[in-house]
């Protein structure tokens, strides 16, 4: 006759794993999601801030050396993204860099809030454009010289 064991420990285990699987893989990915939109963040402020200080005159320079260096900044860091091309240009006196990103969520039916398996983001960074020349005669003036 064999020993009467209880096996309540084994069901509560089957019932409780896969929520507890579930919920740190949930982590994980909102973890990732939130590494790549601030990588993004990060690289989108830094073009516009490169694309303000260069010392070109002509817009259209500006802007073609602006993008070469968008370019180089999105090459692989990010894990789980990915990025749409930077939208550069100049409106009003400003650099106006913008880019998106988007991430695809293998296991749509646990984000019961946004029902789609793709999570966007995006970024804009607005920076007035920067004169040297002009820069430098105004602090002339400031100092008191001509």
């Not at 209880?6 to 089957?14: C, H, I, Q, S």
């Not at 260069?54 to 817009?59: D, H």
């Not at 789609?116 to 920076?127: F, H």
Request: proline content about 4%.
């Amino acid at each position: 006759m064999r020993p009467k064991v209880n096996a309540y420990f084994t069901v509560e285990a089957a019932m409780v794993l896969p929520v507890v699987l579930g919920v740190i893989f949930l982590v994980m990915f909102l973890l990732f999601f939130q590494y790549d939109r601030c990588l993004m963040e990060q690289d989108v402020g830094s073009a516009a801030l490169y694309g303000t200080a260069l010392w070109e005159e002509e817009s259209e320079e500006r802007l073609w050396r602006t993008k070469e260096h968008a370019d180089a900044l999105y090459q692989g860091k990010y894990i789980a993204w990915e990025n749409k091309k930077a939208d550069i240009r100049i409106e009003q006196g400003k650099l106006c860099v913008a880019q998106s990103g988007e991430m695809r969520f293998p296991l749509p039916g646990l984000v019961f809030w946004e029902r789609k398996d793709i999570w966007t983001a995006s970024v804009r960074y607005e920076n007035p454009l920067l004169s040297p020349a002009k820069m430098i005669r105004t602090w002339r003036k400031l100092m008191g010289g001509k």
